[in-house]
């Protein structure tokens, strides 16, 4: 098993940014070795934001690479989101989650987190 655990959410206003975080544990670490981000807003389909191999390697939606930016610390077990230059259309909940392949189909990953809701006032 794996636990997630997404912080950082909250609310902010047009233009301005958040960095959220997720905490890894439970399984050895390698077992981490692809990390993802992805999005719910009210009324829409789970959406894939970015994701990242354990060696740095990333993968993001085309209309989000330039403002998102996803990393990883391995040595404490956590991942990055850092959003910058937010609009209302990135309010969602943003889901961690820990995959088997490096892949944008959520169906490629296992374990998630209990998400953490982002709101961007305009």
């Known amino acids: 098993q794996v636990q997630l655990v997404e912080s950082g959410g909250g609310l902010v206003q047009a233009g301005g940014s958040l960095r959220l975080s997720c905490a890894a544990s439970g399984r050895t670490v390698r077992s981490n070795l692809i990390m993802g981000w992805f999005r719910q807003a009210p009324g829409k389909d789970r959406e894939f934001v970015a994701g990242?191999?354990?060696?740095?390697?990333?993968l993001y939606t085309g209309s989000l690479k330039g403002r998102f930016t996803i990393s990883r610390d391995n040595a404490e077990n956590t991942v990055y989101l850092q959003m910058n230059s937010l609009n209302p259309a990135d309010t969602a909940v943003y889901y961690c989650a820990n995959g088997r392949s490096f892949s944008r189909n959520g169906a490629d990953y296992n374990y998630w987190g209990q998400g953490t809701q982002v709101t961007v006032s305009s």
């Open positions: 990242i191999t354990w060696s740095g390697d990333t």
